[in-house]
């Protein structure tokens, strides 16, 4: 009656009773799981397909806001670049980079973030769906834990939502080249913005009019036009708009009681150029293995 009671009839009818296990306890019964006997159901197990990343290769997760050119605008975020916005989305990443320690660079800019793995890394056994999917819903759920911290006096409309993908880079150039892409897409979006927004705001242009001028034009036309219409010299705009966040680990001094000091490891944000050699100069233990 009581093994009736705890699986069903239908689950006690696949079971051989010499695989049963109990542990008795003084007040309960319990199933001892780890030798619970497979149900005639186990087998829909082998419809799940194995998904782990190539070894020996980056893994990036990137994660993307879904319609956010729709939820900034309901959320007023300001125009081009909100500072509130962009300083929560660094937020929401480091607290993805405390939990995945194997996280040894982050790169973000606009509504997304890459997340790049150690190359060596065996978190979740490398599995691409965890990855991705652990990855993005600590992202999402961070977002709107820290919102208020950034937007003090609005709450979210609604539940904002991310997309995630795992990629993989073989080689330390692929990994750079990713990298790079989209410091470059940073670099040619905000000054497409930054011209577009000086032109509206700042010259009473309708959008479709702003559109209109910009339409063919170069970098450097655009540079012309904010430098003489507007007296905006776009290399001097904020380096975080212009060239993205970066997040590194780097060990730093801490104070100790005794007058010591004892090295500590931080998240640090840096607004720099990773397209360059410099940076990866700098910094090349990311790209050896450890
Ligand atoms: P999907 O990602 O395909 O769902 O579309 P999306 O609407 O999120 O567009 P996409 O990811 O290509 O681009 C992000 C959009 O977010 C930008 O086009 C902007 O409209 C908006 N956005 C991101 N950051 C800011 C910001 O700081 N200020 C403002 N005003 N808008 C921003
Ligand atoms: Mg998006």
């Known amino acids: 009656m009581l093994i009736g009671f705890c699986f069903g009839r239908v689950i006690l009818e696949t079971f051989r009773p010499s695989k049963f296990s109990f542990v008795r306890s003084t007040t309960r019964i319990f199933h001892h799981s780890s030798t619970m006997a497979k149900s005639k159901f186990e087998y829909v197990r082998l419809f799940e397909t194995e998904d782990r990343c190539l070894p020996n290769a980056w893994i990036v997760v990137r994660v993307d806001g879904k319609g956010f050119h729709k939820f900034s605008t309901e959320h007023d975020y300001e125009k081009p670049n909100d500072l509130r916005a962009l300083s929560l989305m660094n ?20 509504d997304e973030y890459s997340f790049v793995f150690r190359k060596e890394t065996q978190v979740y056994s490398r599995r691409s769906a965890k990855l991705s999917t652990n990855v993005c819903s600590l992202f999402t759920s961070a977002f709107v834990y820290y919102w208020s911290e950034h937007f003090p006096t609005s709450k979210p409309l609604y539940p904002p ?13 692929n990994i750079r080249d990713y ?15 930054t011209t577009f927004w000086a032109l509206i705001l700042k ?33 001097k705009e904020p380096e975080m708009l212009r060239k993205g966040t970066t997040l590194v680990r780097r060990k730093v001094p801490i104070a100790l009681p005794d007058g010591g000091t004892r090295e500590k490891s931080q998240i640090v944000q ?16 990311l790209l050896t293995i450890s």
Not at 221 to 233: A, V
């Open 91 to 110: 937020n929401a990443a480091m607290s993805v980079m405390e939990e995945f320690k194997d996280i040894c660079l982050a790169y973000g800019q606009s």
């Open 161 to 173: 939502v991310f997309d995630g993908r795992t990629v993989l880079y073989p080689s330390n150039q």
């Open 179 to 193: 990298l790079s892409w989209r410091q470059a897409d940073c670099h040619i979006n905000n000054l497409y913005n």
């Open 203 to 235: 010259a009473g242009l309708t959008p479709v009019e702003a559109e209109q001028k910009l339409k063919g034009t170069l970098s450097g036309d655009k540079n012309e036009i904010l430098f003489s219409q507007f007296s905006i010299n776009y290399n």
């Open 270 to 285: 840096l607004h720099t150029d990773i397209i360059g050699d410099e940076f990866w100069n700098e910094n090349n233990h």
